[in-house]
């Protein structure tokens, strides 16, 4: 069964500066995606960015960016110029391609301070 | 505004109780999930619907009942409600064949006591 891990359970940024997390994914598949969602304290779950497998080149969404190293079965998340709205929980998820299940990670806490 | 609608956003049960946790969506999603969330343990899969008519289980099915009523609608019933099914619990829609992410609801906090 594929898992996926986010190792750090928090982490914290201050504004304006940059963060990365971290998560690493176990797989056997080579048709597969990953994604990056967040959640903010109104609970909602929100689509950050998402990356093919079969794709090199690293998926960018405005301040968010994606360092994917697939023969390592890492996907980090790196946020630029961190505001005080990227403070949330972010998950790492896996879907093999083909399936209809996602699978998250257990998520990290972001803070940002001012 | 088109999305999945999840209803009621807060429930508290005493233990032994049955209720149903309602979900549709309008954006025409051939697939729909039910997930839990608890602290420290991410989102975890109770069940799924690939399509209308058809109904699995995720990782987490214990406890719980799901109906695809239509194309629109995924319910999930808790039919003897147990304090460890005190959770936050998510619908969520996506299409089918594309790797697009899910649309989620906006949670149901739900509380067994």
């Known amino acids: 069964a594929q898992t996926v891990t986010q190792s750090q359970p928090e982490m914290s940024v201050q504004e304006a500066e940059t963060v990365t997390l971290s998560c690493t994914y176990d797989t056997s598949e080579s048709d597969y995606y990953l994604f990056w969602y967040k959640q903010p304290p109104s609970r909602q779950m929100i689509l950050v960015i998402r990356?093919?497998?079969?794709?090199?080149q690293n998926a960018t969404e405005n301040r968010f960016s994606v360092n994917f190293q697939k023969a390592a079965k890492s996907f980090s998340l790196k946020i630029s110029d961190s505001q005080l709205g990227d403070a949330a929980m972010y998950f790492c998820?896996?879907?093999?391609?083909?399936?209809?299940?996602?699978?998250f990670g257990k998520g990290t806490k972001l803070t940002v301070n001012p | 505004n088109a999305g999945v609608t999840q209803t009621p956003k807060f429930q508290v049960l005493k233990t032994g109780q049955s209720m149903t946790l309602q979900c549709a969506q309008d954006?025409?999603?051939?697939?729909m999930y039910w997930y839990r969330q608890d602290p420290g343990m991410g989102l975890r899969l109770i069940y799924y619907s690939a399509s209308e008519g058809t109904t699995d289980k995720g990782e987490v099915p214990n406890g719980y009942n799901v109906s695809r009523l239509n194309k629109r609608e995924f319910s999930l019933r808790l039919e003897s409600a147990a304090p460890s099914q005190t959770s936050v619990y998510f619908c969520a829609s996506s299409e089918s064949g594309r790797a697009v992410g899910y649309t989620f609801g906006s949670g149901t906090r739900l509380t067994v006591v």
């Open positions: 954006m025409n999603h051939n697939s």
């Open positions: 990356q093919e497998a079969y794709k090199q």
């Open positions: 998820a896996y879907r093999r391609g083909g399936s209809e299940k996602l699978v």
